[in-house]
């Protein structure tokens, strides 16, 4: 939930929210639950301006904008503390006075329906939230002595991995490898890769 200390912005979103007739809050607010359930890759922020423009509710971008990252935010952090529809109107209606019955009661609606599967949803993600791989960097080195050995004349594979973390930072790890962990470790890709194939 936003914070009640940013009331100003939660007045002023809360207003281009009342705008909307009933039918249009509740096709938006579909389409974000939809999104949050993880049935669809993204929000449309141009298509929901346009279906706004169509339904006659004339709002900038940027006041679209606004309302899809404030539903976002409001339904997943009501996802993420499991609370009723009950307890979102209320958390709403603290917020901000400028609320109309007519948009709480679609938001009540809307999230005694789908809160329980969006709540699933964050649950899993919490647990499934792994970086992601944008970058990988690979060079072949000869160790040839250490403090310890003189002779070592050891070929080892060092990789350099970019990982974008759930939280949207980019880092960076850095391992080495002995060939004959280089080639499990390659052995094992060819299998995930031909699994993959046949899904």
Known sequence: MPAAGESYGINSVAEKICRLLPDLLTEASQHIL?????????????????RFQRAGVTLDHEAVQSIIRFLLLTFRSAGKNNLSA??????????????????????????????????????????????????????????????????????????????????????QRAFEMTIPQFQNFHRQFKEMAAIMETV
């Open 86 to 171: 009950d307890e979102l109107v209320s958390k709403l209606e603290e917020g901000s006075s400028k609320w109309s019955k007519a948009s709480l009661q679609v938001l009540h609606t809307l999230w005694r329906e789908h809160g329980a599967s969006v709540h699933a949803q964050q649950d899993a993600q919490s647990l499934l939230s792994i970086g992601q791989l944008v970058d990988m960097q690979w060079k072949l080195g000869m160790a040839v002595s250490s403090d310890t050995c003189r002779s070592l004349n050891s070929p080892f594979v060092s990789l350099l991995l970019k990982i974008v973390e759930p939280s949207g930072q980019i880092c």
């Open 34 to 50: 939809t999104y949050l359930r993880g049935q669809i890759s993204g929000v449309d922020s141009a298509e929901m301006s346009h």
